[in-house]
């Protein structure tokens, strides 16, 4: 069955430092990939998605994704952070058995220190 | 222009009485879905809808009801709350049969549910 992993569940950067948020999936099939935002106290909100087309995937607020389907990684990253990007951050796949679901990693909250 | 809305946004109830959660979508997506989310479990999804009236069990339904009698609303129900349903719970919706047909989920802002 298909799974998602979010490795760290705590990420800390400075302000101006890269972000990277790192998402594995397991599929032999290649599936669609998310990523998703939550603010505090807000509904998931989507960042970008990889839906077979281009391998690097552009989303809101600076943010990019590069499908790597010999690593089965979907890393989120951000060049630069921003005070205002401190969130928690969903990694999601659609379900290889029912591709009407999708399937979400536990979350990454992403601290940005000044 | 509101997209999808749940309501109430939090609610106190007491062991043992029945709530429900309402929520609705004015894009006429044919798919909704009722997530909670608890800390260390991430999203786990409770029931799904494909269509009016076509309604199937998630990750963990136990405990919860749905229906869905018109596309627009999807209400949850708690038939008799237990403390370890306190959680946020969390309604989407998708357009898996128009649209990008990707599975894209977009979600309502969630209701804060305290069962003491």
């Known amino acids: 069955a298909q799974s998602v992993t979010q490795l760290g569940s705590h990420v800390s950067v400075s302000e101006g430092a890269l972000v990277l948020l790192r998402c594995n999936y397991s599929?032999?099939?290649?599936?669609?990939l998310f990523w998703y935002v939550q603010y505090p106290n807000q509904g998931l909100q989507l960042l970008l998605k990889y839906t077979s087309a281009a391998t690097l995937v552009k989303g809101i607020n600076g943010f990019e994704a590069e499908f790597k389907k010999s690593e089965t990684s979907f890393h989120l990253t951000k060049p630069s952070a921003h005070m205002s990007d401190a969130a928690e951050y969903f990694c999601?796949?659609?379900?290889?058995?029912?591709?009407?679901?999708?399937?979400f990693g536990t979350g990454t909250r992403l601290q940005v220190f000044p | 222009d509101a997209g999808i809305t749940q309501s109430p946004r939090y609610k106190i109830t007491e062991t043992g009485r029945q709530v429900t959660l309402m929520c609705h979508q004015t894009w006429s997506h044919s798919y909704m879905f009722w997530y909670r989310q608890d800390l260390g479990h991430g999203l786990r999804l409770i029931y799904y809808s494909a269509a009016a009236d076509i309604t199937d069990k998630g990750e963990v339904p136990d405990g919860y009801v749905v229906s869905r009698s018109k596309t627009e609303n999807f209400p949850l129900t708690l038939e008799s709350a237990t403390r370890s349903q306190t959680s946020v719970y969390f309604c989407?919706?998708?357009?898996?049969?128009?649209?990008?047909?990707?599975?894209?989920?977009?979600f309502g802002p969630g209701t804060r549910l305290l069962v003491l």
């Open positions: 599929s032999s099939v290649p599936p669609y």
């Open positions: 989407a919706s998708s357009d898996l049969e128009g649209g990008t047909g990707d599975g894209t989920q977009y």
């Open positions: 999601a796949v659609t379900s290889d058995r029912d591709t009407d679901k999708l399937i």
